[in-house]
């Protein structure tokens, strides 16, 4: 759904950026609690008629994607194929990256949305949108750094922005730790951990020497380790060629790492891929905007290198 407020903010960054903003036809719609624009079957009409308009070159997720998996069933496949466009979502939007890439053939972005990451007050984190220019505009290679710093705080704005007209301290360590070391390249898919574990299960995903993304969503409480046992139960994780893990500004950096690191021992203790803990993916800011699909090379000596033009 379109933040009025944030969506103005969003729609002057975009064309800052060199975009003409156009909205679907039920952006604007909203069911009773405003966590939805509308239907399933009146979005998936929107996904449908913006992936097929050609002169449309971008579809932008407006928000985070409650529902997304509503609209899996009422999408064609078929017309989306061959299609020459680029998708980018964020958080529940994974299950449309996903689709594309497993059903349809098509690589797309993940990272970030309209409302709530370019109409950000003060304007987006300016990392978020050098990773959005870089895999939308450049051909060169992406190379993936940590940030130095992130924030720990997360609004959840209204319609009016009564609660929500001071940009974001950024007030939590950065940096990331690599607890396995070695090197890995393969396709990079995922999300919150959460999402993953329904999606493993419904869409029969195929992870064999992929690179596994996933984080833990601030409003997600569950532990970690059974969360990961469910996932390991569904998916064959030990045939993985990596794993990037995002981080929870619950807990501090170090902290983290240290928790996921038991976590890995406990369930797979034998796997020999890279890991990465605190990789900027996911639900934190600043955040990487990557290519879900596509491969990526993780290596603890040189970093996380998405090749471009392969």
């Not at 992929?210 to 059974?226: A, C, H, P, T």
């Not at 500004?249 to 240290?258: G, K, M």
């Amino acid at each position: 759904m379109l933040v009025p407020w944030r969506a103005d903010n969003a729609r002057l960054v975009m064309e800052s950026l060199g975009f003409r903003v156009s909205y679907a036809t039920h952006a604007r719609t909203a069911n009773e609690d405003g966590t939805i624009a509308g239907s399933a079957e009146l979005r998936a009409a929107d996904f449908m008629d913006a992936f097929t308009d050609a002169d449309v070159d971008l579809v932008f997720c407006a928000s985070g994607g409650t529902g997304s998996l509503d609209l899996l069933p009422l999408l064609d496949a078929t017309r989306l194929r061959g299609q020459n466009k680029s998708f980018v979502g964020n958080s529940d939007n994974v299950w449309l990256n996903h689709y594309l890439y497993q059903e349809v053939g098509l690589s797309s972005f993940y990272g970030v949305t309209f409302t709530p990451e370019m109409g950000e007050p003060g304007g987006p984190f300016p990392e978020t949108l050098e990773y959005f220019r870089r895999v939308l505009t450049s051909d060169d290679d992406l190379v993936c750094r940590p940030m130095v710093s992130r924030s720990s705080q997360f609004r959840r704005w209204s319609p009016t922005g009564d609660n929500d007209h001071e940009p974001r301290p950024r007030n939590h360590g950065g940096g990331w730790q690599w607890v396995r070391t070695g090197a890995g390249c393969g396709p990079l898919i995922g999300g919150e951990i959460s999402c993953l574990v329904e999606m493993a299960a419904r869409l029969r995903m195929q992870t064999d020497r992929s690179v596994l993304f996933w984080d833990v969503g601030l409003y997600n409480n569950r532990d970690v380790s059974e969360q990961f046992r469910e996932l390991a139960e569904v998916l064959p994780l030990d045939r993985l060629a990596g794993m990037m893990v995002g981080p929870d500004v619950r807990h501090t950096p170090e902290a983290w790492a240290d928790r996921v690191m038991e976590v890995l021992d406990e369930v797979l203790p034998a796997a020999t891929f890279p890991v990465v803990v605190n990789a900027d993916v996911g639900h934190i800011d600043p955040k990487w905007v990557v290519p879900y699909g596509r491969e990526v090379r993780l290596d603890s000596s040189h970093g996380v290198i998405f090749p471009r033009g392969e």
